[in-house]
């Protein structure tokens, strides 16, 4: 084992180190290799036949012919979802199936898709035919109650009366029509129509029989179902009487262009009594027959239910083999293919492919090497279930490039702090820590719950969780819980005396204003002291204490970041970017914003009884305005004019060192390198001999340059008014719960009611309040907040490090295309 | 007083990192977790700091209305 090099470490600080690795596989063994490395899933392949179009490859017709299978697979899935049958999930299958299993499946699959379709077909005439039985059964009886009502008599003397039923158009009738129609026999059609064509059919009939007939419809009362289309049609039946045949035949005619179904029907009673008889006693025998093919129809998809799922996954496995297959390139009797892999993971692979080769019982074994290459590999960060999330934040912004130091292993603790900066309550954090917690408990349970919205938030229960955990520190910082204060140490800091006479407010009591004088050295220990919160004057002490916390906060942050981008270089051993990047960068941020952090906490840091304070507002503008010379009044500390001069000629000092440092350091670098002739024994990958070098222009390099640089010293001031919002948000967030309080609970609490009543009163507000605490403060304020923590993330702490210009490791895996299909 | 307070406390996290840094166990996520634990200090210890600065001289009274006799 010595001899072996030791294998890179897996870590979440930067991506793990890739190789490319070559493989050769005898062709009689390369689908059960490929199916092997799918089942790993550690291998993304490149493609080593770019220069052949997509339908000329080796195994398209393989891919065409396993479309074919897939589309019979999802017309008997379709099927089974139509009867609302459970489809079985299949237990994962370890290896690849053998070709003679491959062929049986096949011709199962089809045998059975060919038995389901000839069970629909019967199902249908059967259903047709039923169809046609019931719209009989019903045609028989209406003509049956028809006849035997009074005016049938009537009109079979009488032939067509000149009054027409059909009510729609009334107009007066050819007497001498009616005159010859007299003389002769007058026949009837019936038939069965949809009830939304009745008045359509109605009133195509008069005016093609121009009013020559006699029309009566009634209702069918239950509706009838569809055989093509499995909806239930409520239908009318009708009868027209003609004359003559001619008629007759036009009538079929459109009939049947109306969608009518016309049945023969009998004129004398006697016969049409038959009919029925035969009729029902048909449906009787349908009945039986129908219901044998429904339950053989059923039984055999859910047969199917059963076996579909592990049909499919095969099937699916198989096309991404050959997918894979057309990337790689045929040589004699072996196959080559190329793909990146972790290296750490070379010796699981290489198992594995012997193993694959040995389980085949084949002599011959797959030969796995790994290979020097020019292009960039991708990047492959491994995440758990609780890194997942935040690794998603990150990669939203971009892919890190490869090695680059990953954010998201800082951003799991930043992020969640920045958000409880804005949203800092006892109350609510404690709310959104229990929610989160829930989720991160029931965990199992709740996975496999499918709902868009939910699953979002789903994916987000680690983050909600730390986000809930630091809300509650903060909330305590804030000494605010749901807007009330807590008084957790019983220290006396201020002395509070009376500044006005006692006055009395109505039924309430006596007041006195008062004012409190700091007790010099004494301090509340833990956040914000009660007195400070219940205060009358509390807005204008906050607003000074967040807005200086958000800019030291963000100054920090934004420092934190550009010392980030050290490690980056160091990685890359570059010392030109270290000395001509990093430091520039540095001092420009440290000798500005950071000395106006320094000034901030210096401010607070001294006592000033006695004293007038200096504005830092003004001290920092006079600072670039009248740089050397401070103003007596506004002094801050002794020799401040020469501290601020310095600190200022180093700000403008490391502003063209930044510009122009790097793009002539890398002008000379050029110069000295040597062209590289290419070694001529070195193994080329087959994917690398496209390979080409980036070129590289001083033009381009320059101007890079000159857009990161403008960017950081400008960006320096937009971004650190950007982290303002930390006070902007916090401020609305404490206000709007205050004003929930006042509005809703306090009212009530005050009122002067009988106990009972309060006691409802109370009752009915407290669920009002808490279901506004949820929805606004929670859920509203809690999203607007992860926005700007997120933007925070993405544009004032990435961009001082962060290229994100990376692309992701795509290994080929099993596991994540069958998953990709259940969505 | 103020500011022995906040050496003192910074001196404790400090203390309690480096002992994050050395008792994480070894494995893939040993980066994770020092970091976190590095960074939850840091950043907690930042926001108590601040706060407890921003109230060791202030420059401005509170005032409040206070209720001396009930009805």
């Given at each position: 084992m010595a001899s072996e090099n030791k294998l890179p470490e897996t870590t979440f600080l930067r991506s793990d180190v890739m190789s490319l690795a070559q493989f050769y596989i005898p062709s009689e063994i390369s689908k059960q290799t490929i199916g092997a490395l799918g089942e790993l899933g550690l291998v993304q392949f490149r493609d080593l036949n770019k220069d052949v179009n997509a339908f000329q490859r080796t195994f398209v017709s393989d891919i065409r012919h396993y479309d074919e299978v897939s589309r019979q697979i999802r017309f008997l899935k379709s099927q089974i979802e139509r009867e609302d049958i459970k489809i079985a999930k299949a237990e994962a299958t370890g290896a690849t199936s053998s070709p003679k299993e491959l062929e049986d499946l096949e011709q199962k699959i089809s045998e059975t898709e060919k038995v389901v379709i000839e069970l629909n077909e019967n199902q249908r005439t059967l259903d047709k035919r039923y169809l046609e039985l019931t719209e009989m059964r019903h045609v028989i009886k209406v003509t049956d109650e028809f006849f035997e009502s009074s005016n049938v008599k009537d009109i079979q003397e009488n032939n067509l009366t000149s009054e027409s039923t059909t009510g729609l158009l009334k107009e007066e009738n050819n007497a001498a029509d009616l005159e010859a129609g007299k003389k002769s026999t007058v026949s009837f059609v019936a038939g069965v129509i949809p009830r939304t064509k009745i008045n359509s059919f109605e009133r195509l009939l008069w005016r093609m029989l121009r009013g020559n007939l006699y029309m009566k419809n009634a209702e069918i009362e239950e509706p009838i179902k569809d055989p093509e289309t499995n909806e239930l049609v409520e239908k009318n039946v009708f009868i027209v009487f003609v004359h003559g045949q001619v008629l007759l035949n036009k009538i079929k005619k459109l009939c049947e262009s109306c969608g009518a179904t016309v049945y023969p029907v009998s004129e004398s009673a006697e016969q049409r009594n038959e009919e029925s008889i035969e009729v029902l006693a048909r449906i009787e025998d349908l009945d039986q027959v129908l219901n044998n093919t429904r339950d053989t129809r059923m039984n055999k998809l859910r047969d199917i239910a059963k076996n579909i799922d592990a049909w499919n996954t095969v099937v699916r496995k198989e096309k991404a083999i050959y997918h894979v297959m057309n990337l790689l390139k045929t040589d004699k009797n072996s196959m080559i293919a190329e793909g990146w892999v972790p290296t750490n993971k070379i010796p699981e692979i290489q198992q594995r492919i012997r193993e694959a080769a040995e389980s085949t019982g084949s002599n011959v074994t797959p030969i796995m090497n790994e290979v020097t290459y020019k292009s960039v590999p991708p990047t492959y960060n491994v995440t758990n279930k609780f890194t997942k999330c935040f690794q998603s934040i990150v990669d939203s912004y971009g892919v890190a490039n490869y090695r680059e130091i990953n954010p998201a292993l800082y951003t799991i603790i930043t992020f969640p702090f920045l958000f409880a900066v804005m949203f800092g309550d006892l109350g609510h954090?404690?709310?959104?820590?229990?929610?989160?917690?829930?989720?991160?408990?029931?965990?199992?349970?709740?996975?496999?719950?499918?709902?868009?919205?939910?699953?979002?938030?789903?994916?987000?229960?680690?983050?909600?969780?730390?986000?809930?955990?630091?809300?509650?520190?903060?909330?305590?910082?804030?000494?605010?819980?749901?807007?009330?204060?807590?008084?957790?140490?019983?220290?006396?800091?201020?002395?509070?005396?009376?500044?006005?006479?006692?006055?009395?407010?109505?039924?309430?009591?006596?007041?006195?204003?008062?004012?409190?004088?700091?007790?010099?050295?004494?301090?509340?220990?833990?956040?914000?002291?009660?007195?400070?919160?219940?205060?009358?004057?509390?807005?204008?002490?906050?607003?000074?204490?967040?807005?200086?916390?958000?800019?030291?906060?963000?100054?920090?942050?934004?420092?934190?970041?550009?010392?980030?981008?050290?490690?980056?270089?160091?990685?890359?051993?570059?010392?030109?970017?270290?000395?001509?990047?990093?430091?520039?960068?540095?001092?420009?941020?440290?000798?500005?914003?950071?000395?106006?952090?320094?000034?901030?906490?210096?401010?607070?840091?001294?006592?000033?009884?006695?004293?007038?304070?200096?504005?830092?507002?003004?001290?920092?503008?006079?600072?670039?305005?009248?740089?050397?010379?401070?103003?007596?009044?506004?002094?801050?500390?002794?020799?401040?004019?020469?501290?601020?001069?310095?600190?200022?000629?180093?700000?403008?000092?490391?502003?063209?060192?930044?510009?122009?440092?790097?793009?002539?350091?890398?002008?000379?670098?050029?110069?000295?390198?040597?062209?590289?002739?290419?070694?001529?024994?070195?193994?080329?990958?087959?994917?690398?001999?496209?390979?080409?070098?980036?070129?590289?222009?001083?033009?381009?390099?320059?101007?890079?340059?000159?857009?990161?640089?403008?960017?950081?010293?400008?960006?320096?001031?937009?971004?650190?008014?950007?982290?303002?919002?930390?006070?902007?948000?916090?401020?609305?967030?404490?206000?709007?719960?205050?004003?929930?309080?006042?509005?809703?609970?306090?009212?009530?609490?005050?009122?002067?009611?009988?106990?009972?009543?309060?006691?409802?009163?109370?009752?009915?507000?407290?669920?009002?309040?808490?279901?506004?605490?949820?929805?606004?403060?929670?859920?509203?304020?809690?999203?607007?907040?992860?926005?700007?923590?997120?933007?925070?993330?993405?544009?004032?702490?990435?961009?001082?490090?962060?290229?994100?210009?990376?692309?992701?490791?795509?290994?080929?895996?099993?596991?994540?295309?069958?998953?990709?299909?259940?969505? | 007083m103020g500011v022995r307070v906040l050496l003192i406390v910074l001196a404790v996290i400090f203390v309690l990192s480096v002992l994050a840094l050395l008792f994480t166990p070894k494995g893939p996520n040993q980066a994770v977790i020092r970091t976190s634990i590095v960074l939850t200090l840091a950043c907690c210890y930042l926001m108590w700091a601040i706060t407890y600065m921003c109230q060791m001289n202030p420059l401005i009274s509170p005032e409040r209305v206070e209720r001396i006799k009930n009805n």
């Amino acid at each position: 084992m010595a001899s072996e090099n030791k294998l890179p470490e897996t870590t979440f600080l930067r991506s793990d180190v890739m190789s490319l690795a070559q493989f050769y596989i005898p062709s009689e063994i390369s689908k059960q290799t490929i199916g092997a490395l799918g089942e790993l899933g550690l291998v993304q392949f490149r493609d080593l036949n770019k220069d052949v179009n997509a339908f000329q490859r080796t195994f398209v017709s393989d891919i065409r012919h396993y479309d074919e299978v897939s589309r019979q697979i999802r017309f008997l899935k379709s099927q089974i979802e139509r009867e609302d049958i459970k489809i079985a999930k299949a237990e994962a299958t370890g290896a690849t199936s053998s070709p003679k299993e491959l062929e049986d499946l096949e011709q199962k699959i089809s045998e059975t898709e060919k038995v389901v379709i000839e069970l629909n077909e019967n199902q249908r005439t059967l259903d047709k035919r039923y169809l046609e039985l019931t719209e009989m059964r019903h045609v028989i009886k209406v003509t049956d109650e028809f006849f035997e009502s009074s005016n049938v008599k009537d009109i079979q003397e009488n032939n067509l009366t000149s009054e027409s039923t059909t009510g729609l158009l009334k107009e007066e009738n050819n007497a001498a029509d009616l005159e010859a129609g007299k003389k002769s026999t007058v026949s009837f059609v019936a038939g069965v129509i949809p009830r939304t064509k009745i008045n359509s059919f109605e009133r195509l009939l008069w005016r093609m029989l121009r009013g020559n007939l006699y029309m009566k419809n009634a209702e069918i009362e239950e509706p009838i179902k569809d055989p093509e289309t499995n909806e239930l049609v409520e239908k009318n039946v009708f009868i027209v009487f003609v004359h003559g045949q001619v008629l007759l035949n036009k009538i079929k005619k459109l009939c049947e262009s109306c969608g009518a179904t016309v049945y023969p029907v009998s004129e004398s009673a006697e016969q049409r009594n038959e009919e029925s008889i035969e009729v029902l006693a048909r449906i009787e025998d349908l009945d039986q027959v129908l219901n044998n093919t429904r339950d053989t129809r059923m039984n055999k998809l859910r047969d199917i239910a059963k076996n579909i799922d592990a049909w499919n996954t095969v099937v699916r496995k198989e096309k991404a083999i050959y997918h894979v297959m057309n990337l790689l390139k045929t040589d004699k009797n072996s196959m080559i293919a190329e793909g990146w892999v972790p290296t750490n993971k070379i010796p699981e692979i290489q198992q594995r492919i012997r193993e694959a080769a040995e389980s085949t019982g084949s002599n011959v074994t797959p030969i796995m090497n790994e290979v020097t290459y020019k292009s960039v590999p991708p990047t492959y960060n491994v995440t758990n279930k609780f890194t997942k999330c935040f690794q998603s934040i990150v990669d939203s912004y971009g892919v890190a490039n490869y090695r680059e130091i990953n954010p998201a292993l800082y951003t799991i603790i930043t992020f969640p702090f920045l958000f409880a900066v804005m949203f800092g309550d006892l109350g609510h954090g404690v709310l959104m820590f229990l929610a989160a917690l829930a989720m991160v408990l029931f965990e199992k349970k709740l996975a496999n719950f499918k709902n868009e919205i939910f699953d979002m938030v789903f994916s987000g229960r680690y983050v909600i969780l730390l986000m809930g955990l630091f809300s509650i520190f903060t909330g305590l910082v804030y000494n605010d819980c749901f807007s009330k204060p807590l008084s957790i140490f019983n220290t006396k800091n201020f002395d509070f005396v009376a500044t006005s006479d006692p006055f009395e407010e109505e039924e309430r009591g006596t007041f006195v204003n008062q004012v409190g004088n700091h007790i010099s050295g004494n301090v509340y220990a833990f956040g914000l002291d009660p007195a400070w919160v219940s205060a009358e004057n509390k807005l204008l002490f906050q607003n000074s204490y967040k807005m200086k916390l958000s800019v030291v906060l963000g100054v920090i942050h934004m420092l934190f970041g550009t010392i980030i981008s050290f490690f980056n270089y160091t990685h890359r051993k570059s010392i030109s970017s270290i000395l001509l990047v990093f430091i520039p960068e540095l001092l420009y941020m440290g000798s500005i914003f950071g000395y106006l952090a320094f000034c901030i906490v210096y401010k607070w840091c001294t006592d000033w009884s006695g004293a007038n304070p200096p504005s830092l507002m003004n001290m920092l503008i006079n600072m670039f305005l009248s740089p050397g010379s401070v103003n007596e009044e506004e002094k801050l500390y002794n020799g401040q004019g020469i501290i601020q001069l310095v600190l200022l000629l180093i700000a403008v000092v490391s502003i063209p060192i930044l510009l122009l440092g790097k793009p002539i350091a890398q002008k000379i670098a050029n110069k000295k390198t040597v062209e590289e002739l290419p070694i001529e024994n070195e193994v080329v990958a087959i994917s690398e001999r496209d390979y080409k070098k980036p070129e590289w222009s001083f033009a381009d390099a320059f101007i890079n340059q000159a857009v990161h640089t403008i960017e950081y010293c400008l960006s320096g001031i937009s971004h650190t008014a950007s982290y303002l919002r930390l006070w902007a948000l916090s401020l609305a967030h404490g206000q709007l719960s205050e004003v929930l309080w006042d509005m809703l609970l306090n009212n009530v609490l005050k009122m002067d009611l009988n106990v009972v009543i309060k006691g409802i009163a109370l009752f009915l507000i407290i669920g009002a309040w808490l279901g506004l605490t949820v929805a606004i403060l929670l859920i509203m304020e809690g999203l607007s907040a992860f926005l700007h923590a997120l933007r925070l993330h993405w544009v004032e702490f990435n961009s001082k490090f962060y290229k994100g210009e990376g692309y992701k490791f795509v290994p080929f895996s099993f596991r994540k295309i069958l998953k990709k299909e259940e969505n | 007083m103020g500011v022995r307070v906040l050496l003192i406390v910074l001196a404790v996290i400090f203390v309690l990192s480096v002992l994050a840094l050395l008792f994480t166990p070894k494995g893939p996520n040993q980066a994770v977790i020092r970091t976190s634990i590095v960074l939850t200090l840091a950043c907690c210890y930042l926001m108590w700091a601040i706060t407890y600065m921003c109230q060791m001289n202030p420059l401005i009274s509170p005032e409040r209305v206070e209720r001396i006799k009930n009805n």
